[in-house]
């Protein structure tokens, strides 16, 4: 496995799966809220947006080079 794999998968998948299993059981039962949300469901719901980035700057930065031959 090449080191621009390996940085592909950190940012695509390592990130989120670290943004939901890191922090999630820490912030669980805090009772803390944001704009009216419990912090957990702020913070599950935040979750998409970062990880949709992570993908994006994954293929961006380490795989859209693979596919630049193609026709759509």
């Known amino acids: 496995m090449s080191l621009r794999q390996i940085g592909s998968l950190f940012i695509g998948i390592g990130i989120p799966f ?3 299993f890191g922090v ?6 805090a009772d803390v809220s944001v704009l009216g949300f419990p912090i957990l469901y702020f913070w599950i719901f ?3 947006p970062l990880t949709t980035l992570c993908l994006c700057v994954s293929w961006h930065f380490f795989d859209r080079h693979q596919y630049e ?4």
């Open 18 to 20: 670290l943004a939901i």
């Open 46 to 48: 935040l979750l998409f």
């Open 69 to 72: 031959d193609e026709q759509i």
């Open 24 to 29: 999630v059981p820490f912030i669980a039962a």
